[in-house]
């Protein structure tokens, strides 16, 4: 498993199109921070949901649903996907490997892969909004580890938002058509859902116990510890029910 682990990780710091993809969250972050400052002193900053402190920009970036499902579906194509069109899994299986532990090892890939796509993002508006419009906090371990801890929560809901992306990832294995798909099914339909939460209150209940309503749902509650732990719980539950059905695909699959 040690050996898996470190060769994923190999893979991770070599890959181009995640390194680019993470220059590019940090430029969003950039361009982002430099609208809010544009905005310092307007009456219309608030109606736009602008904010302005480092604080509070690292979290509004965890609170970008379409964002972390694109992230996190850019992720599993990578990962996952990424691994089976080049043959790097059927070599693993070929040279004795079984294939519980190379999903164990891609499923920390992805959560590694995702964090390291997101945190330039986050981390980079908290920055860049900090040094010039101010942190709007002291900097002590409780503020950090409440960062962290939501920071560690979005990572994991942008996973189990595209739950069925990660089943289909291993049962096409296919670049092309789990994007797509992905796309198609979190990206569009997933949005529309989200917008008909957000006006009809019943509906908005019902997506606030699903991945597509956590990240709101913690915004809501001023990511208070309970509302990210049960965040964390549910995003868990979702994406290992997804794991398990994605496994035993793995399992059963024919790789040639």
Same mark, same amino acid.
């Given at each position: 498993?040690?050996?898996?682990?470190?060769?994923?990780?190999?893979?991770?710091?070599?890959?181009?199109?995640?390194?680019?993809?993470?220059?590019?969250?940090?430029?969003?972050?950039?361009?982002?921070?430099?609208?809010?400052?544009?905005?310092?002193?307007?009456?219309?900053?608030?109606?736009?949901?602008?904010?302005?402190?480092?604080?509070?920009?690292?979290?509004?970036?965890?609170?970008?649903?379409?964002?972390?499902?694109?992230?996190?579906?850019?992720?599993?194509?990578?990962?996952?996907?990424?691994?089976?069109?080049?043959?790097?899994?059927?070599?693993?299986?070929?040279?004795?490997?079984?294939?519980?532990?190379?999903?164990?090892?891609?499923?920390?890939?992805?959560?590694?892969?995702?964090?390291?796509?997101?945190?330039?993002?986050?981390?980079?508006?908290?920055?860049?909004?900090?040094?010039?419009?101010?942190?709007?906090?002291?900097? =002590?371990?409780?503020?950090?580890?409440?960062?962290?801890?939501?920071?560690?929560?979005?990572?994991?809901?942008?996973?189990?938002?595209?739950?069925?992306?990660?089943?289909?990832?291993?049962?096409?294995?296919?670049?092309?058509?789990?994007?797509?798909?992905?796309?198609? %099914?979190?990206?569009?339909?997933?949005?529309?859902?989200?917008?008909?939460?957000?006006?009809?209150?019943?509906?908005?209940?019902?997506?606030?116990?699903?991945?597509?309503?956590?990240?709101?749902?913690?915004?809501?509650?001023?990511?208070?510890?309970?509302?990210?732990?049960?965040?964390?719980?549910?995003?868990?539950?979702? =994406?290992?029910?997804?794991? %398990?059905?994605?496994?035993?695909?793995?399992?059963?699959?024919?790789?040639?």
């Amino acid at each position: 498993m040690n050996r898996l682990l470190q060769s994923e990780i190999s893979k991770l710091a070599q890959s181009r199109l995640l390194g680019a993809a993470s220059l590019l969250m940090l430029a969003l972050a950039a361009v982002t921070s430099l609208s809010a400052w544009s905005y310092r002193g307007s009456p219309g900053a608030a109606e736009l949901e602008i904010v302005f402190s480092g604080y509070d920009a690292f979290f509004a970036a965890l609170r970008d649903t379409p964002t972390l499902s694109l992230l996190a579906l850019l992720s599993i194509a990578v990962v996952v996907c990424g691994d089976f069109e080049n043959r790097t899994a059927q070599l693993k299986i070929a040279v004795g490997y079984r294939r519980a532990p190379i999903f164990l090892s891609k499923l920390a890939a992805l959560a590694a892969a995702d964090a390291l796509l997101l945190l330039p993002y986050a981390l980079g508006r908290a920055v860049i909004q900090g040094a010039l419009l101010g942190f709007g906090r002291p900097v =002590t371990p409780e503020v950090l580890a409440a960062m962290a801890g939501t920071f560690l929560t979005a990572v994991l809901a942008g996973i189990a938002i595209n739950a069925v992306t990660l089943v289909l990832a291993f049962a096409l294995r296919r670049t092309v058509l789990v994007v797509g798909t992905g796309f198609c %099914l979190v990206l569009l339909g997933g949005n529309a859902l989200a917008s008909f939460g957000a006006s009809i209150p019943w509906a908005g209940r019902i997506l606030a116990a699903t991945p597509l309503g956590l990240l709101r749902a913690m915004a809501a509650a001023s990511y208070a510890p309970s509302a990210v732990a049960r965040a964390f719980a549910i995003s868990a539950a979702w =994406t290992a029910g997804a794991a %398990l059905a994605a496994c035993r695909i793995f399992a059963k699959a024919e790789l040639k």
